[in-house]
Structure formats: C-alpha cells, structure tokens
C-alpha cells in the first residue's frame, strides 16, 4: 500500500517536460517534491504565482510565498507573481496541461467529488470547479476507501460534483488506474497489493488485463 509521498512520486513519472501543472490542495502539493531534475516543468498556484519549487527545508520558509493551499513554498529562477483573476484567466483560458487533485470520491466515468460533504461547514470550493472544467488532463491522488473500509471508486458519485467526466487517471494507495469507456483500467498494483484486493476495493466497473504489474520505486 502507498503512503502519501509514494502517491505523489509515482503521479511524478506522468510529468512531461514543457508542461504547466497545477497542484491542488493535499497530496498533490507533494508532488513538487519529485520533478526530476533535468526536466523543465512550470508550476501555477490559483492564488497567483508561476514558477513554483518544492517546499522549502525547514527554517527556510518564507511566510509570504504560500501556495493556493497556504503552505510556504520556494520559487524557482523566473518564477512571476500576479493577482488571483489574472491566474483563473490562466486556467480558464486552457492554459494548464495538467491539474493534480485530491477528491472524496471519482466515478467509473471520470465524474470528480472533492469539495463538500453535506452537513459539513466548508470555505467554498476554490479554484477545484475552473480547474476541473478548463485543465487539459485531470490526475487524481486518492485514498482508495474511507475509513470505514467503503470504496472511494465508485460507479457514480454520491457527494456534491465538482466536475463531470474530466478525470482521466486515479492514484490510489493501492493503485494506478486510467478511465476509459471500459471503466476505471488497473495498470499498476501498489507493493504487496493482489488484483483480488483492488477488486473487493473498487465499487465502480474495474477492467483488469490479463498482466498487471506492480509498481516499483
């Protein structure tokens, strides 16, 4: 099973240099930690800011450069700042390649829940609706089920939607998964995790090919 950092490394190996990315709030910060270094990737933050580093050592930070998530963070040369409407002119414009979220829960059809639970008091949505509907690709960076051991990967969502058909792929702590018109596509087992545990894991329709390999790190 994958731990956070293990999530975000393995959804770095689907960067691909030139891109713009935005990294949503929660486990895909992390992922600024694992670019590799001989490749150029440009990161934007919704809250104003171009040219995003990793996060900073401690007793390095800085407590005015914070990402969208109000974590400190580190620029890299070039790096730009302006205002928020300038930056969701970006997104909304189809300027980012990639967006990475976290979410509650993703149907088999690539529909996204990750901003409200009823009943819960919440900030609002953020910049997760303008990034859903305007990001080329949509990686998604998940728990594979809730605490309460139920599925996360559903055949249709049951929380409040925050965009319809958009993800493309899931990370899970149990696996790699794309979504296709057969559901979501087991490509790669978290260390230790059999095909039989991902499928009593996995609610919505789950393609299985005949190889599944297990990730490595």
Not at 67 to 85: E, L, W, Y
Not at 116 to 141: E, Y
Not at 152 to 180: A, E
């Amino acid at each position: 099973m994958l731990n956070k950092e293990q999530i975000a490394q393995r959804i770095a190996r689907e960067l691909r240099n030139g891109m713009y990315v935005n990294l949503g709030i929660g486990i895909p910060t992390l992922v600024a930690n694992y670019v590799p270094e001989e490749m150029t990737i440009v990161l934007q933050s919704e809250n104003g800011l171009l040219g995003m580093g990793p996060f900073p050592f401690e007793g390095e930070e800085d407590a005015d450069l914070i990402n969208a998530g109000k974590q400190t963070i580190t620029t890299i040369p070039g790096s730009v700042f302006f205002d928020s409407a300038m930056s969701f002119g970006m997104i909304r414009a189809g300027k980012v390649d990639l967006t990475v979220l976290g979410a509650m829960e993703v149907a088999d059809n690539g529909d996204i829940a990750n901003w409200k639970i009823p009943g819960k008091m919440v900030k609002g949505m953020g910049g997760a609706m303008d990034l859903v509907a305007s990001a080329k690709n949509i990686i998604v960076a998940m728990q594979h089920c809730s605490r309460d051991g139920k599925s996360k990967l559903l055949s249709s969502c049951t929380l409040p939607i925050t965009g319809l058909g958009c993800v493309k792929k899931v990370v899970s702590d149990l696996g790699v998964f794309d979504i296709d018109h057969r559901g979501f596509v087991l490509l790669e087992r978290a260390p230790g995790i059999s095909v039989e545990t991902i499928v009593a894991s996995t609610e919505g329709r789950l393609f299985v090919p005949d190889e599944v390999p297990e990730m490595t790190f």
